[in-house]
């Protein structure tokens, strides 16, 4: 059986994009425990018993949340994936 993915990638720095589960359960074990990580840990136990699209969205925002807050979040990255998902939102 396949690896849920996240949502989107999710890229931090000096490190290829993190696109599933297991891409975050590994770099996860490179970083000291913080209370972000730590909900990042209870969330992809939650993705992995029932891999929903509301539990894979969850998930992925929580991983882009804990690497903004850690200061590892790619800005160059992140900025591409904003745009992308500000283009497809439309005015009223």
Same mark, same amino acid.
């Given at each position: 059986?396949?690896?849920?993915?996240?949502?989107?990638?999710?890229?931090?720095? @000096?490190?290829?994009?993190?696109?599933? +589960?297991?891409?975050v359960?590994?770099?996860?074990?490179?970083?000291?425990?913080?209370?972000?990580?730590?909900?990042?840990?209870?969330?992809? #136990?939650?993705?992995? @018993?029932?891999?929903?699209?509301?539990? +894979?969205?969850?998930?992925?925002?929580?991983?882009e949340?804990?690497?903004? +807050? @850690?200061?590892?979040?790619d800005?160059a990255?992140?900025?591409?994936?904003?745009?992308?998902?500000?283009?497809?939102? #439309?005015?009223?």
């Amino acid at each position: 059986m396949s690896c849920p993915a996240l949502i989107r990638p999710v890229t931090p720095n @000096d490190h290829p994009p993190l696109r599933t +589960l297991d891409d975050v359960s590994a770099y996860m074990g490179s970083l000291p425990r913080t209370r972000q990580w730590e909900t990042v840990a209870t969330l992809i #136990r939650e993705a992995r @018993d029932g891999p929903t699209e509301t539990a +894979l969205h969850e998930l992925t925002q929580q991983v882009e949340m804990a690497l903004f +807050l @850690d200061l590892r979040l790619d800005p160059a990255a992140f900025a591409v994936q904003l745009a992308q998902l500000m283009g497809r939102v #439309r005015a009223p």
